[in-house]
């Protein structure tokens, strides 16, 4: 069993920038990918960011340039930075690991509100 805990959401004023934290309660195997997601009031759930077991990365287009997926193996943590922060960015954002053979474990989320 893993359990996904994201931190390190919170108020911003546009143009700022916030680091989020999703810490897994072990390692995991035969993960596929790892990624970043957020969903809006109103909004359906969104793709912000995805990093394979290789480590290539892809970005949803509105984040491209703006943030950056990282992952610490040693931790068992994936990072989400974020620059230049605009309010469309207001989201509650969600950590998810995609796992070969075991399914996929999603974060309870964190939100992170941008103030114009």
């Known amino acids: 069993q893993v359990q996904l805990v994201e931190s390190g959401g919170g108020l911003v004023q546009a143009g700022g920038s916030l680091r989020l934290s999703c810490a897994a309660s072990?390692?995991?195997?035969?993960?596929?990918?790892m990624g970043w997601y957020r969903q809006a009031p109103g909004k359906p759930r969104e793709l912000v960011a995805v990093?394979?077991?290789?480590?290539?990365?892809n970005y949803a287009d509105s984040v491209k340039g703006r943030f950056t997926i990282s992952r610490d193996n040693a931790e068992n943590t994936a990072f989400l930075q974020m620059n230049s922060l605009k309010p469309e960015d207001t989201a509650v954002y969600y950590c998810?690991?995609?796992?070969?053979?075991?399914?996929?474990?999603w974060g309870q989320g964190t939100q992170v509100t941008v103030s114009s």
């Open positions: 998810n690991t995609e796992t070969v053979y075991r399914g996929t474990y």
């Open positions: 072990r390692s995991i195997s035969f993960i596929k990918t």
């Open positions: 990093m394979a077991s290789g480590g290539s990365t």
